[in-house]
């Protein structure tokens, strides 16, 4: 699994149905590889995780997988159980994914003691490649760099974690207590230049899902350290970019996917389609995006 550049956290396509479009899904895939994605994680959060069954997740990682053919994917494991976890993290590994994106169990926030019980479970059920997954804004777990180091010692592979505290300076902890031991993920949109420039190496991104070129130009800019071209980019980018760290991160990022051609405006309960309010507020902001949008060169 190469944990290294932009890798989308896909969202789900359904069909009018509220099913699965497992046509859609490949073809969005392929196009996020052909933009210059380097992975796909499927079945996050964005991917609306919680409301797929368990046969569902396996079989859009399946589809991804055929979609993709060598380009790694990566499937999100959360479940309300840890048998379950471990389940999913076996199929995953029969369907063909490379890696697997390891969060904390739904609902039930706990101490480290059993956190590192549940993860680590995970972590060893398979081979495959490991990104584990700090989100505590969204699942009250705070995964510390003392407690990230424990892992990393008694998992080889644990490869890489998905920061999404907002707080840079846990990369920069990270880093200093673990040097390149695993490499690290931003994962809210809007910290993505300032994580680089500490030390992250890739992105979990979110908007990718509509705006893949403007996205890896964005990351490799900051990368290389081209100061001048990323603040271009992100200040222009920064709005819509925005819309993934919000409560209704998923209907915001569909209702764009679907507005530039890429995706449809379909939830699963208990989601429902954007207030007027919402929808006039995120129309403003696409609208502004789409008028200056840059020319993106790669």
């Known amino acids: 699994m190469n944990w290294k550049g ?9 069909d009018a149905s509220g099913a699965v479009d497992h046509d859609a899904l490949a073809r969005h895939c392929e196009w996020l590889i052909r933009s210059g994605c380097v992975g796909i994680v499927c079945c996050g959060s964005l991917g609306e995780a919680a409301t797929l069954t ?44 490379a890696g697997l994106m390891v969060l904390p169990p739904y609902v039930y926030s706990t101490d480290w003691h059993e956190m590192k019980a549940h993860v680590s479970a995970i972590i060893d059920a398979t081979k495959l490649s490991c990104m584990l997954y700090n989100n505590p804004p969204a699942y009250k777990t705070d995964f510390l760099p003392e407690q990230i180091v424990e892992l990393a010692a008694e998992h080889p592979n644990l490869h890489a974690v998905k920061e999404s505290s907002g707080d840079a300076r846990r990369v920069t902890a990270i880093r200093a207590l673990l040097h390149d031991r695993l490499t690290i993920l931003v994962g809210m949109d809007d910290a993505i230049v300032e994580g680089v420039a500490v030390g992250a190496e890739g992105w979990i991104a979110g908007l ?8 890896v130009a964005l990351y ?32 915001y990022i569909k209702w764009v996917q679907a507005e530039v051609g890429r995706g449809t405006y379909v939830l699963r309960a208990p989601r429902l389609p954007l207030d007027n309010r919402e929808l006039e507020a995120v129309k403003g902001i696409l609208a502004q995006a789409l008028k200056a949008r840059p020319a993106v060169r790669r």
């Open 6 to 14: 932009v890798i989308p956290a896909i969202t789900t396509n359904f």
């Open 54 to 97: 368990f046969d569902e997740k396996l079989a859009i990682a399946s589809t991804c997988v055929r979609a993709v053919r060598n380009v790694p994917v990566a499937l999100g494991i959360a479940s309300l159980s840890t048998a379950e976890a471990v389940q999913l993290a076996r199929g995953a590994e029969v369907a063909g994914c």
């Open 208 to 215: 990718v899902n509509a705006f893949p070129e403007e996205s």
């Open 220 to 251: 490799e800019a900051a990368a290389r350290g081209d100061k001048v071209r990323a603040r271009e980019l992100y200040n222009w980018f920064l709005p819509l970019l925005r819309l993934d760290t919000v409560p209704k991160f998923v209907q």
